[in-house]
């Protein structure tokens, strides 16, 4: 059974900092592109950042617009993990946050709030 796990959500003021992770198991980790998705209260999910799975010379990554420069996405296939760490957080970044691999996982809330 293919699962993935999020964590690491939480509340965090304006400009501060969050890292999501996300557990895969029930398939060959390192064999899938991966991603993050968001989804803000009514609005659609929206693609947010996504790696490659081959590291030479390095993985190959992509970014939405709205977090380029702010968020970096990483990986490290020994422990079946995926990561996104968020920095100069924004009011705007407020939704839950999906990891994409072979399946979906359940979703991790991000809020940003003074």
């Known amino acids: 059974e293919v699962k993935l796990v999020e964590s690491g959500g939480g509340l965090v003021q304006p400009g501060g900092s969050l890292r999501l992770s996300c557990v895969g198991s029930g398939f060959t980790f390192s064999w899938y592109p991966m991603s993050w998705y968001r989804q803000a209260p009514g609005k659609e999910r929206e693609l947010v950042a996504s790696i490659g799975i081959s590291s030479l010379p390095q993985y190959e990554t992509s970014y939405a617009a709205s977090v380029k420069g702010r968020f970096t996405i990483s990986r490290n296939n020994d422990v079946n993990t995926v990561y996104l760490q968020m920095e100069s957080l924004k009011p705007e970044d407020t939704a839950v946050y999906y990891c994409?691999?072979?399946?979906w996982g359940q979703g991790t809330q991000v809020t940003v709030s003074s």
């Open positions: 994409k691999g072979p399946d």
